[in-house]
């Protein structure tokens, strides 16, 4: 499975980003598919995720609220809507697939897809 991220770019605190990760090939609902994050000087942290219907997700405390996971299985789409964006969420946000049930961390990551960058301007 290929991911690739888009929809990273620069807003300002209280605004708006919707990311997409796109995946190749014609087994993407087979795949529990989640997000992380990686900000300057930090580790990779977890940020949501989604099963493989959508009928379950998960997110860290820090969006709760905040952001929404989706996904389109006929368009092998996965979605983090961001919302209320603080400075703290800036960082390079990674999408992942996985063959569990879902995916909260990085040892349960079958593929990465490259990052996209969220800036967000106080």
């Known amino acids: 499975v290929q991911l690739q991220a888009f929809g990273g770019g620069l807003v300002q605190a209280g605004g708006s980003l919707r990311l997409s990760c796109v995946a190749s090939?014609?087994?993407?609902?087979?795949?529990?598919m989640g997000w992380f994050r990686q900000a300057p000087g930090k580790e990779r942290e977890f940020v949501t995720a989604?099963?493989?219907?959508?009928?379950?997700?998960d997110y860290v405390d820090s969006v709760k609220g905040r952001f929404t996971i989706s996904r389109d299985n006929a368009k092998n789409t996965v979605y983090l809507q961001m919302n209320s964006l603080k400075p703290e969420d800036a960082a390079a946000y990674y999408c992942a697939a996985s063959r569990g049930l879902l995916v909260t961390t990085e040892g349960g990551v079958d593929y990465w897809g490259k990052g996209t960058l969220v800036t967000v301007s106080s």
């Open positions: 989604i099963s493989l219907s959508g009928s379950n997700t």
């Open positions: 090939g014609r087994t993407f609902s087979r795949y529990a």
